[in-house]
């Protein structure tokens, strides 16, 4: 057990214990077929497919395996395509724990929803984290930009992030 | 027509002082102490209670089952119960739930305890681990997002963003004031516009002071069935109705795409209880807003404002504890949030409003008819409606 | 999907839940833990409406709700109610299998409560048989600054 002379312990119970207890529980995380499929695309082909609900016509990216307003399962995948709209974005400050890694995570870093000319809706990291450029981007052109094959893993890695479509 | 079997009221209500630690008690008697603040407002002993129903997210804390190891603090030996956790929803999904066993017809008197004690555990980290592992969860921080708020509110343009900004400030200002005269809020601050404005940016545009804080604290309630409450006390405050939304979690372009759980949640509450004009039939509104924007958004998708109306309403200080629609007379979730506990509290303190306990945060007109909201994982949503008069 | 191509596409990829804990034992337990490591001295509390000693102690009674301050120094000698020898390795675990667990009960308690079992071979061990609490020389105020408990 560790006796801690924090401020506060001193201040609000002063002479009690405390313990640190770590968590680090390894996990094996099942893709299932449709994630399979679609980061197995990403790491062979570099391409970014969604999946269509044949009922409401609601495209998503990552796929589901059922929609959810429909209830039916999925059966048709569109190619997306590489390059969108840059819809909204989100530039982290705030320092924290990320429970992947159990360390702290590297701020600041941005992420965007990014509309695909395929016409799903997909999010992940940009390439800029200043607030006054991403302002600028929004509603712009954007497109993913892939690590080397040999370097893909069949994970949320395999695409480095977006950035800006150069005029 | 739904109906229930018969009427339930809120007879007991118990909280402790929330604050940001509390080194000098474990779960068990954090617990314990709203349990015995809410026996001791209904003036009954645990022999009393016919079954307790528990809850937190236990990711906070990292323990499992805890239901189990707060039997000693919350006095479950030995009586029927359950244990309910639905992420930030669980303090109302235990009050449905307590409401739902006791209008059953299956038990009298039951106990709802919910608790959070945020300093053992990593808040954002833990709520992180909500977002799928494979995509998400690289992305997700917590509860601090930022993405879309100054779209929703209608500022598209530098200037509009301008003037939202200060909206929120003065909008947490107002609020701070309240949880000043909440003895139980957890951030009493003398806070001004420019505090709020100047405070460091945790996710564009969320700033510290537009944010809720991590609290620890508990919040018990005792529910009894019609002929009991009138026996235990003479101000029973009667649950009328709860209706829970979910969404699917996370779906990037359902957030710009179909209707919030808000607003369809509203609205399948008042049209099951007649309120076509929910400013007028309704008193006070103890809304869950994790943050002022959110607040803001919800004002209009709760009580279906026109565009531009919620900005309105809260620069003519409509909303503040004099108005004529007070919102969050306690402080509000953006002043106190044990987790496990926070949307218990919403209903706890609109309780406290219909019985005209609520002391220093009393709001100064009748309260008749209050409205509790809980918000939880992505955008789930769960409101009560509470009435003094009998539901007939 | 057929199960071919579902088998064609799923996979699993390694990672894990990771996140920092720190508990508060406050002023009931501490007292407790401090006993042990300063005096070696193992202490219940009495519920004077029930009449029960527990140990481990707890500050309120599960059965009647009383708050609990009426500390009693128990005995480091009991007697075993149960054990039960654990043969499997996994992590976490507080020693090298195999693992006797034993549920003892201390002179002065009403409750038992479970340690493990030292210096014993498993088909020697007994219900009802007494048992001493063996501590450690350097004790950190946690539950294992008892090493064991041996038969006497």
């Known amino acids: ?167 | 027509m739904v109906k229930k079997n018969r009427n339930v009221a809120i007879v007991g209500v118990g909280q402790t002082y929330h604050k940001r630690r509390r080194p000098d008690v474990t779960q068990v008697e954090l617990v314990n102490e709203a349990v015995r603040a809410a026996l001791k407002d209904a003036q009954l002993d645990i022999a009393d209670i016919d079954v307790v129903v528990h809850g937190n997210m236990e990711l906070f804390e990292g323990n499992y089952q805890g239901d189990m190891w707060h039997v000693d603090g919350d006095g479950a030996y030995m009586k029927s119960g359950i244990r309910i956790t639905t992420g930030g929803t669980t303090g109302g999904a235990l009050v449905c739930a307590t409401d739902n066993i006791v209008a059953s017809g299956l038990y009298d008197v039951a106990l709802c305890v919910g608790f959070e004690k945020m300093e053992e555990g990593e808040a954002t980290g833990g709520i992180t681990g909500m977002a799928d592992p494979l995509w998400f969860r690289w992305m997700m921080s917590g509860a601090l997002t930022g993405a879309t708020f100054a779209e929703r509110l209608g500022a598209l343009t530098m200037e509009q963003l301008e003037r939202l900004e200060l909206v929120a400030a003065k909008l947490r200002v107002q609020l701070a004031d309240n949880a000043v005269r909440n003895p139980y809020a957890h951030l009493r601050m003398k806070l001004t516009v420019d505090d709020v404005m100047n405070s460091r940016l945790l996710v564009y545009p969320l700033r510290l002071f537009h944010m809720c804080p991590e609290s620890s604290g508990a919040c018990a309630l005792i529910l009894a069935s019609e002929e009991k409450a009138e026996r235990i006390t003479d101000k029973p405050v009667w649950i009328k109705d709860h209706v829970t939304t979910h969404l699917e979690d996370f779906v990037v372009g359902v957030i710009t795409g179909t209707e919030s759980t808000m607003r369809h949640c509203a609205r399948k509450l008042y049209e099951r209880n007649k309120i076509t004009n929910p400013l007028k039939q309704i008193d006070t509104f103890e809304m869950y807003d994790p943050n002022v924007w959110w607040h803001m958004d919800w004002m209009t998708e709760f009580l279906f404002l026109k565009p531009g109306e919620n900005i309105e309403m809260i620069e003519k200080g409509r909303t503040a504890l004099e108005g004529d629609f007070p919102i969050n007379a306690s402080g509000g979730v953006v002043s106190t949030n044990p987790i496990g506990a926070t949307a218990m509290l919403r209903v706890a303190e609109a309780a406290l409003q219909v019985r005209g306990d609520a002391g220093e945060h009393q709001i100064p007109k009748e309260v008749n008819t209050a409205m509790a909201s809980s918000f939880g994982g992505s955008t789930w949503t769960i409101l009560h409606l509470l009435t003094k008069e009998k539901p007939k | 999907m057929s199960r071919k191509e579902h088998d064609k596409w799923a996979y699993s990829i390694p990672g894990k839940l990771a996140l920092n804990y720190i508990y508060y034992l406050g002023d009931f337990n501490t007292k407790f833990f401090t006993e042990l490591r300063d005096n070696k001295k193992i202490l219940g509390v009495k519920c004077p409406k029930c009449n029960r000693v527990y140990m481990p102690p707890r500050p309120v009674c599960g059965r009647c709700l009383s708050k609990l301050d009426e500390w009693v120094e128990l005995s480091d000698k009991g007697t075993l109610l149960s054990y039960t020898v654990v043969n499997y390795s996994e992590p976490y675990q507080p020693a090298a299998p195999p693992i006797i667990y034993g549920i003892i009960k201390l002179d002065g308690a009403d409750t038992g409560f479970t340690h493990l079992l030292g210096e014993v071979d498993a088909e020697k061990l007994r219900i009802g048989m007494r048992v001493q609490a063996v501590f450690k020389d350097k004790r950190e105020a946690s539950i294992q600054d008892i090493k064991y408990f041996k038969p006497i």
Not at chain 1, 58 to 66: D, E, F, K
């Open chain 1, 1 to 167: 057990m560790v006796e801690r002379e924090e401020r506060f312990i001193k201040k609000r119970a002063p002479g009690t214990l405390a313990v640190k207890i770590p968590l680090r529980m390894p996990v094996n995380w099942p893709t299932g077929p449709y994630m399979g499929k679609f980061l197995k695309e990403i790491k062979e082909n570099a391409k970014i497919w969604g999946i269509k609900c044949s009922k409401c016509g609601r495209i998503v990216a990552p796929p589901r395996m059922v929609c959810g307003s429909c209830h039916i399962v999925q059966k048709e995948w569109i190619p997306l395509g590489n390059e969108g709209t840059l819809l909204y974005f989100s530039v982290v400050f705030q320092k924290f724990t990320d429970p992947q890694t159990g360390e702290e995570r590297k701020v600041p870093y941005a992420w965007g929803v990014i509309e695909l000319d395929g016409g799903g809706v997909i999010n992940h990291y940009l390439s800029e984290t200043e607030i006054t450029e991403l302002l600028q981007w929004r509603g712009k052109r954007v497109r993913a930009v892939f690590k080397d094959k040999k370097d893909r893993k069949g994970d949320f890695w395999d695409i480095k992030y977006f950035t800006l479509v150069e005029e």
